[in-house]
């Protein structure tokens, strides 16, 4: 059984840096690229990042590009998303996601997208 789960979440002010972490198993983590993807409140499901199988190769919406980093540790069966600068805007529910989608990042995408998803960590950025 595929099983991803998200912490880190919390609140934070505008500014601030959390770092999100997903705990993958039940399958071979190394062999799949992995996205995070995010849900704003009354927003649909927004594909926000990706990362290779290794590592060495990385994707970033417009809207956090240059304020989040993506990375893995395929040892330790882990995905992260360091954010910083967080805007309000970048409230939201943030989910790790199995696999890779043929979308646009920043995208509306579907859960279909996706092979597994996290159960999602909230993140509140206010003041």
């Known amino acids: 059984q595929v099983q991803l789960v998200e912490s880190g979440g919390g609140l934070v002010q505008p500014g601030g840096s959390l770092r999100l972490s997903c705990a993958a198993s039940?399958?071979?983590?190394?062999?799949?690229?992995m996205s995070w993807v995010r849900q704003a409140p009354g927003r649909g499901l927004a594909w926000i990042s990706d990362i290779n199988r290794g590592g060495g190769y990385t994707r970033y919406t417009d809207s956090v590009k240059g304020r989040f980093t993506i990375s893995r540790d395929n040892a330790k069966n882990t995905l992260y998303l360091q954010m910083n600068r967080l805007k309000p805007e970048d409230t939201a529910v943030y989910y790790c996601?199995?696999?890779?989608?043929?979308?646009?990042?920043?995208?509306?995408?579907?859960?279909?997208?996706?092979?597994?998803w996290g159960q999602g960590t909230q993140v509140t950025v206010s003041s």
């Open positions: 039940g399958f071979t983590f190394s062999t799949y690229a």
């Open positions: 996601a199995k696999g890779v989608t043929g979308k646009t990042l920043g995208e509306t995408i579907a859960t279909t997208d996706f092979d597994s």
